[in-house]
Structures are given as C-alpha cells and as structure tokens.
C-alpha cells in the first residue's frame, strides 16, 4: 500500500501563506496522479488541487490563482503552496495518492484509494 505523510500545516493570519508537504513511498510517484483534499468540522471532504501524469493541474474554483500543486519527482515529495490564505481556507488537509478510478475526476475523494492522515490549517 501507499504510504503518505504530510507536513507544513500551523495557524496563520488572513492573507498569509504555507506550503504544505506529502512524501510518498510504496508508489511509483512518476507515474501517480496524486492530489490535496481538506475538511472542515461538519463538511464532507473538498478536492482542492490534482496532479495529472502529464503535469496538468485542476483547482477548485475557490483557490484558483492562490494554490500550486506540484511535485518534487527527487524527494517524492507533492507539495501545496498556499498564498493569500482566507479563514474559509481552515480545515485538515490530506494528500492522496494510488487512483482508483478517473471517472470522477481528480478533486473527488472516490478517484483515490491512498491516504495520508493530514496535516492541520487554521486561518484567522
């Protein structure tokens, strides 16, 4: 099975910024689409950014033009830099990795079947 362990998360101020970090391993990491999601106490869990093979990105409208989702394919390390960090933005955000199916896109939790055990984001 995939491993996957985030990292980076903390309290920050509006308008401030993080770059959260998911080292994989027991994956192909070339050769995986892989993803960031985060939840909200009381919601269900929001794709926020994907990674295809071919280096093309997909956002969730609400951090589009805030949000950079890319790889580091030497260290196996799939980051998220956030930027002009909002209070809607708080939640436990987890890398995901291992796809199950494409038919739904890479921002829906069913496309995956790894998971790491998130990383925690407060904005205030």
């Known amino acids: 099975h995939v491993q996957l362990v985030e990292s980076g998360g903390g309290s920050v101020q509006a308008g401030g910024s993080l770059r959260l970090s998911c080292t994989a391993s027991?994956?192909?990491?070339?050769?995986?689409?892989m993803g960031w999601f985060r939840q909200a106490p009381g919601k269900e869990r929001e794709g926020v950014a994907g990674l295809y093979l071919d280096g093309r990105t997909v956002y969730v409208d609400s951090v589009k033009g805030r949000f950079t989702i890319s790889k580091d394919f030497a260290k196996n390390t799939l980051y998220l830099q956030m930027y002009s960090l909002k209070p809607e933005d708080t939640g436990m955000y987890y890398c995901a990795a291992d796809v199950r199916t494409l038919g739904f896109g890479l921002l829906s939790p069913a496309a995956f079947r790894g998971w790491g055990h998130g990383t925690q984001v407060t904005v205030s």
């Open positions: 027991g994956l192909a990491f070339s050769n995986s689409c």
